[in-house]
């Protein structure tokens, strides 16, 4: 019973990105792009709950296409509600995949890593003791995948607060890019061209974002440098 939830997860992810990987592209958006923005000024209240659970499955589910919802969010509602939509969709998406593999195969790995000993057992504690740094860091560092980062801290016994505040706030900065990108997509589908996802990865843009993944480290340095 406790493989169930995590055997739905990978179910739903192998068929939805046989299936669904075409649809959930670029060139899918561009050619939808103005019954999308018809759509959204009409009912727009609608199109934002619907943007939003969308992303959520995506998300929730470990789909295909987690960036192309987030530009999409930045080319439907703009930089600032984009944004909005962008990290309180994925939140909710990483707290459903978390709750999954928690309730499954989580509690009792935590439980089991609780009484083990040795370097696992101290490793562990060290985690704990620094739970909010350890989680900051995963969603800052850009090398970490997002399922990963959803994934790991379930397996390990962290916190459902302490996971949805750190998941929250640490993908802002990447949100912002991505949504960023998003807003000036009229224009590059105009071109004929497509989005440049590398952008992230421009010193301007991924130096903050590594400042930021640093000071979250500081609280571990100080706590190890206190304990030698």
């Known amino acids: 019973m406790k493989y169930i939830p995590l055997l739905i997860i990978a179910v739903v992810a192998i068929v939805g990105g046989f299936y669904f990987a075409d ?13 999308l923005l018809a759509f959204k000024e009409t009912y727009f209240g609608v199109a934002a709950l619907l ?17 192309v919802a987030s530009i999409t969010g930045g080319f439907l509602f703009g930089l600032g509600f984009g944004t909005v939509l962008n990290v309180v969709a994925a939140t909710l ?9 928690r309730t499954g195969v989580g509690r009792s790995l935590a439980a089991k890593v609780d009484t083990s000993q040795g370097k696992l057992a101290n490793m562990m504690a060290r985690m704990r003791d620094n739970e909010i740094s350890v ?9 970490v995948p997002f399922f990963v ?5 379930a397996l ?16 802002i900065p990447g949100g912002l ?5 998003g807003v000036g997509l009229g224009d590059v589908f105009d071109r004929g061209a497509s989005p440049d996802l590398g952008l992230i990865w421009s010193p301007h843009i991924l130096g903050p974002i590594l400042g930021l993944a640093i000071l979250a480290a500081v609280p571990m340095l100080i706590g190890k440098k206190g304990q030698s």
């Open 135 to 143: 989680l900051f860091l995963l969603r800052l560092v850009p090398v």
């Open 156 to 171: 390990v016994g962290v916190g459902l607060r302490n996971f949805a505040f750190t998941t929250f706030l640490g993908i």
């Open 149 to 153: 980062a959803n994934v790991l801290p």
């Open 51 to 67: 943007f939003v659970f969308v992303y959520f499955v995506i998300v929730a589910f470990s789909l295909p296409g987690a960036g």
């Open 23 to 35: 649809y959930l592209s670029f060139e899918t958006l561009a050619q939808h792009r103005y019954s």
């Open 93 to 101: 998406g990483a707290c459903a995949i978390f709750l999954a593999v």
């Open 177 to 181: 890019v991505y949504t960023w990108i």
